[in-house]
T-cell receptor, first 115, second 112 residues
Framework: DTEVTQTPKHLVMGMTNKKSLKCEQH?????MYWYKQKAKKPPELMFV???????INESVPSRFSPECPNSSLLNLHLHALQPEDSALYLC??????????????FGEGSRLTVL | RKEVEQDPGPFNVPEGATVAFNCTYS??????FFWYRQDCRKEPKLLMS???SGNEDGRFTAQLNRASQYISLLIRDSKLSDSATYLC?????????????FGKGTKLSVKP
């Protein structure tokens, strides 16, 4: 079982809805990430938080809004999404940022469908 | 040239076969290299790091060739449970250190 838990596992939303994805880890990791993965594509980095501060925003549209309430939690707020935003959203954590050991611990993902 | 390139496959092999994947990277200053495994509709998981001297973990051997800028993964005595997509991952170092770059993955299907 993964030590990074994500909820919900599946989410269907309309383009006018507001929803949130949640991620939690209790490994004491200081870095947390959001990735987006489309079918048959590699994960694409969206955001990195290090010590609860946003370190990286890979030019993600503002309809995606990350939040890190504390070192164990990471949220992704969704508003006014487009159908092309449908994808698997993966949360990950690592001991530190940069992840010098290269080991990211991924959650099982939240599969998002935008209608 | 893409930053990290892999043959997407699929590689269809019988149980017990030996199979090898290669991955090339464009940034000669890249710092470190990894193989991740991703099962269908599951999350990626670190399989092994890749060291300059080469490293082995059971049936899996990873090698790095810095001169030619490629890494490889060899799987011996393939099992059905090895069926997955294998992602080559590179830490480019420099100003973007920490932003791991994922290849598109090579799909392996091991048949009975």
């Amino acid at each position: 079982d993964t030590e990074v838990t994500q909820t919900p596992k599946h989410l269907v939303m309309g383009m006018t809805n507001k929803k949130s994805l949640k991620c939690e880890q209790h490994m004491g990791h200081r870095a947390m990430y959001w990735y987006k993965q489309k079918a048959k594509k590699p994960p694409e980095l969206m955001f990195v938080y290090s010590y609860e501060k946003l370190s990286i925003n890979e030019s993600v549209p503002s309809r995606f809004s990350p939040e890190c309430p504390n070192s164990s939690l990471l949220n992704l707020h969704l508003h006014a999404l487009q159908p092309e935003d449908s994808a698997l959203y993966l949360c990950a954590s690592s001991q530190d940022y940069p992840a010098v050991t290269g080991e990211l611990f991924f959650g099982e993902g939240s599969r998002l469908t935008v209608l | 040239r893409k930053e990290v390139e892999q043959d997407p496959g699929p590689f269809n092999v019988p149980e017990g076969a030996t199979v090898a994947f290669n991955c090339t990277y464009s940034n000669s200053a890249s710092q470190s290299f990894f193989w991740y495994r991703q099962d269908c509709r599951k999350e990626p998981k670190l399989l092994m790091s890749v060291y300059s001297s080469g490293n082995e973990d059971g049936r899996f051997t990873a090698q790095l060739n810095r001169a030619s800028q490629y890494i490889s993964l060899l799987i011996r005595d393939s099992k059905l449970s090895d069926s997955a997509t294998y992602l080559c991952v590179v830490n480019p170092g420099g100003g973007s250190q920490g932003n791991l770059i994922f290849g598109k993955g090579t799909k392996l299907s091991v048949k009975p």
